[in-house]
């Protein structure tokens, strides 16, 4: 069932970025991909508990900070060590300027 | 010059040290790091292949060369120089390309990184595959002793094994057999602790194909009745190996353990220009654990940005040995000892517990 909550606003997130959005005791990750559009994630890498909002966003990778690895947060599809399981993504639309997440 | 345990240090990844680690939550604990604006340290970890394209074009001319000029002089004085130089790109800057690439930070392209990661990882008789996880490990949890992969001088120190490391002979006294064992499908308990079952085939047939080259290599210098071949593959690990044990040792040497500051287990010291090159930067040791992210070519702009908070950079790699020998020394008598780094007045603290230790009177008993 879905469940859409407002994570941020559309300017809230710099192209080619991600930042940190927590809700209901769960963390996650939002990001806009250099052609300006919007994705989530969980906001943890799935390899140890590094949250993935510090790390780098490059085209559609997003690399953690704590061991570099990489994973594809258009659909969270894991690189290759240390990171061997996917993270996963929640549905994302843009409504009157507003990033909503589908945490259903 | 403190202590932060009274407890004799297992190392075993699977030992009492392992239990306690995880117990008192020094196991991938939480780290301190220096505050740097988000902005800022996204520009600081921005990839570009420029920089390690040229250094790597440098570097293999480099090898090429100096493997030329042995061959050219083989049989005469002047294949010295030659071995010299030979060695020490084979024997010890391969470690800092398999340490960058490792992290996937010296070329922007996944690609190119992979590539270099296993020439330099073959170079240093080290399993990729092992030593990719056993360095995640590493950074998860530096010199926690019980869990940390590579912990290069454990207490109390043995000077006599650290003196021959310089020669290579302990380093190829490990792999080899090692590898040996991998490529025959066995890995050890401390191994499994720290590589994911999905992955551990993985670094069976690395070491298979690590232990196929050695084998051609050594039936060529048969076949043609030389060394030349053996000299250029598998020997620079004992002639070549000392540059990066010289600046590799300092990294953590002498310094805490069991402390999640990275301020307080890793040093920082300023090199001459050709050491940092063979090294890539890793001199900024204290910048590369608490900020991975950030690529070789950027952490002297790093280090200028978060010194503040950082203790005072070792100003040589002489002045470093001689702040560490005397604490070796008193560690093997009590190997709780270890030189507390001082952080400036403009650094924060964090976990002063981690500070205020002291056993200065135990030391002098």
């Given at each position: 069932m879905a469940d859409w909550v407002e994570a941020c606003a559309v300017d809230d997130v710099d192209e080619e970025d991600v930042i940190r959005f927590d809700h209901g005791g769960r963390s996650f990750a939002i990001y806009r991909s250099p052609d300006d559009a919007f994705f989530a994630t969980d906001g943890f890498c799935t390899h140890e508990k590094a949250h993935l909002a510090d790390g780098l966003v490059m085209d559609d990778i997003i690399e953690c900070p704590k061991h570099n690895g990489r994973f594809n947060y258009k659909t969270g599809q894991a690189k290759g060590a240390p990171v061997c399981i996917n993270l996963k993504t929640y549905p994302v639309k843009i409504e009157a300027g507003k990033v909503m997440i589908d945490i259903g | 010059m403190t202590t932060a345990s009274s407890t004799k240090r297992d190392y075993s990844l699977v030992g009492e040290?392992?239990?306690?680690?995880?117990?008192?939550?020094?196991?991938?604990?939480?780290?301190?790091?220096?505050?740097?604006?988000?902005?800022?340290?996204?520009?600081?970890?921005?990839?570009?292949?420029?920089?390690?394209?040229?250094?790597?074009?440098?570097?293999?001319?480099?090898?090429?060369?100096?493997?030329?000029?042995?061959?050219?002089?083989?049989?005469?004085?002047?294949?010295?120089?030659?071995?010299?130089?030979?060695?020490?790109?084979?024997?010890?800057?391969?470690?800092?390309?398999?340490?960058?690439?490792?992290h996937g930070t010296a070329f922007?392209?996944?690609?190119?990184?992979?590539?270099?990661?296993?020439?330099?990882?073959?170079?240093?008789?080290?399993?990729?595959?092992?030593?990719?996880?056993?360095?995640?490990?590493?950074?998860?949890?530096?010199?926690?002793?019980?869990?940390?992969?590579?912990?290069?001088?454990?207490?109390?120190?043995?000077?006599?094994?650290?003196?021959?490391?310089?020669?290579?002979?302990?380093?190829?006294?490990?792999?080899?057999?090692?590898?040996?064992?991998?490529?025959?499908?066995t890995l050890s308990e401390d191994e499994k602790s720290y590589i994911p079952q999905m992955e551990q085939h993985k670094a069976v047939i690395a070491a298979r194909w690590h232990m196929v080259v050695y084998a051609a290599t050594i039936t060529v210098a048969i076949a043609l009745g030389s060394w030349i071949p053996l000299v250029l593959i598998g020997l620079p690990r004992l002639y070549g190996t000392w540059h990066m044990v010289l600046t590799g040792l300092l990294q953590h040497i002498g310094l805490a353990d069991n402390v999640t500051d990275h301020r307080l287990n890793t040093r920082t010291v300023y090199m001459n220009p050709v050491s940092r090159f063979i090294y890539w930067n890793m001199n900024y040791h204290v910048e590369h654990h608490m900020f991975p992210m950030v690529p070789y070519h950027a952490l002297p702009k790093l280090h200028e940005l978060i010194k503040h908070d950082l203790p005072v950079a070792n100003p040589s790699m002489w002045h470093a040995y001689r702040e560490v020998w005397p604490v070796l020394l008193k560690q093997l008598k009590y190997e709780d000892f270890y030189l507390k780094r001082e952080l400036p007045p403009t650094a924060k603290p964090y976990r002063g517990e981690f500070h205020d230790l002291d056993i200065t009177a135990a030391a002098a008993e």
């Open positions: - | 040290s392992t239990r306690r680690a995880i117990e008192t939550g020094l196991a991938s604990a939480e780290w301190y790091h220096t505050d740097v604006p988000r902005k800022t340290m996204k520009e600081l970890m921005q990839r570009s292949d420029g920089p390690a394209i040229r250094d790597t074009i440098i570097w293999i001319a480099a090898v090429l060369g100096s493997a030329l000029g042995i061959v050219w002089f083989w049989g005469t004085w002047w294949v010295v120089p030659f071995l010299f130089v030979y060695g020490v790109l084979y024997g010890s800057s391969s470690d800092s390309r398999w340490h960058e690439c490792g922007r392209t996944r690609w190119m990184n992979d590539v270099v990661y296993h020439i330099a990882s073959f170079m240093l008789m080290r399993n990729p595959v092992q030593w990719r996880w056993s360095h995640a490990r590493h950074h998860t949890d530096t010199i926690i002793v019980g869990r940390d992969a590579e912990i290069a001088v454990m207490r109390p120190p043995d000077l006599l094994k650290a003196a021959l490391a310089f020669t290579g002979i302990l380093d190829i006294r490990y792999s080899l057999p090692t590898l040996l064992r991998q490529a025959f499908g």
